[in-house]
């Protein structure tokens, strides 16, 4: 086995599949799961706008994996990872490797190289690959023709995107997982008020958990205001 570049995974307790409101987004689930489990396809495309789930569902997948004893690692390539070529060593052994953000080696030949030679051995030992970027696979312009070809083997799975009522209830349902109560007015007003992207409404609800615990008061439209101000940090 390759001698492997040492890398920073860490979970994220609270991006679980559980903690996932789906909305129009089951079928993606059920795909992705299917994948983690060896029962599914070889390698999904995960896409979609910032801020509709991505790196929530790789983490979910990640987690799964670790309950089933499979090997498995999960690396954000938008963080400032891309730093030595080495990154690639000795992924080719893990059973599911989980990019997120793949679209940013976009234009580096060094990083697209690199990359296309993990696929191809990780492919070679039958193991599975679960990639995500912010556009469809035929939509990214690498440098390197044959990663472009790679690239649309993959299942290509779009995100659908939450309608106004879809993130009520995801706000709800994460809530409930988080330990307290949000009632739909409050929601509501978050949702007209605040950032609508999902990734900053979970921010406000880690600010809002803590500061009602630490005021032991629920959730009104009052405190709400009282805790956020005017923006959001």
Same mark, same amino acid.
């Not at 690959?129 to 912010?134: G, N, R």
């Not at 440098?143 to 290509?156: E, F």
């Not at 995801?170 to 349902?173: D, N, R, S, V």
């Given at each position: ?5 040492p890398?920073?995974?860490?979970f994220?307790?609270?991006?679980? #599949?559980d903690?996932?409101y789906p %909305?129009?987004?089951q079928?993606?689930? /059920? ?5 983690v489990? %060896?029962? %599914?396809? +070889?390698f999904? #495309?995960?896409w ?5 789930g991505k @790196?929530?569902?790789l +983490?979910?997948c @990640?987690? =799964? ?9 999960y690396?954000?390539?938008s =963080?400032?990872?891309l730093?030595d070529?080495?990154l690639f $060593? %000795?992924?080719?052994? #893990? ?11 976009t /234009? !580096?030949?060094? &990083? *697209?190289l690199?990359?296309?030679?993990f696929f191809n051995?990780? !492919?070679?030992?039958?193991?599975r ?6 556009c ?6 690498y ?9 649309? &083997? /993959?299942?290509?799975?779009r995100i +659908? ?5 879809d993130?009520?209830a995801?706000?709800?349902?994460k809530a +409930?997982q988080?330990?307290f109560?949000i009632?739909?007015?409050?929601? !509501?007003f978050?949702? $007209?008020?605040?950032? !609508?992207?999902?990734?900053?409404? &979970? $921010?406000?609800?880690d600010?809002? =958990? /803590?500061a ?10 009052? #405190?709400?205001k009282?805790?956020?101000g005017?923006?959001? *940090?």
């Open positions: 086995m390759a001698e492997q570049l890398v920073k995974f860490e994220r307790a609270n991006q679980t #599949f903690d996932f %909305g129009n987004n079928e993606i689930i /059920g795909q992705l799961k299917k994948t489990a %060896g029962v %599914g396809e +070889q999904i #495309f995960l979609g706008d910032v801020g509709h @790196s929530h569902l +983490q979910a @990640s987690q =799964d994996a670790f309950k089933l004893n499979i090997r498995c690692i690396l954000d390539l =963080d400032s990872i730093t070529l080495e $060593t %000795g992924l080719e052994d #893990f059973e599911l490797v989980c990019f997120d953000n793949i679209d940013a080696l /234009g !580096r030949e060094d &990083w *697209e690199a990359f296309f030679n051995q990780h !492919r070679d030992r039958n193991h690959l679960i990639l995500s970027a912010s469809a696979p035929n939509a990214i312009a440098s390197l023709p044959d990663l472009k070809t790679r690239i649309n &083997w /993959g299942l290509s799975l +659908q995107h939450l309608e106004d009522d993130k009520i995801a706000l709800t349902h +409930q988080m330990g109560e009632a739909p007015q409050v929601a !509501r978050l949702l $007209t008020h605040y950032d !609508r992207n999902l990734s900053s409404l &979970w $921010t406000i609800l600010k809002l =958990d /803590g009602s615990l630490a005021a032991q008061r629920r959730l009104t439209i009052p #405190f709400l009282h805790v956020l005017s923006g959001i *940090e």
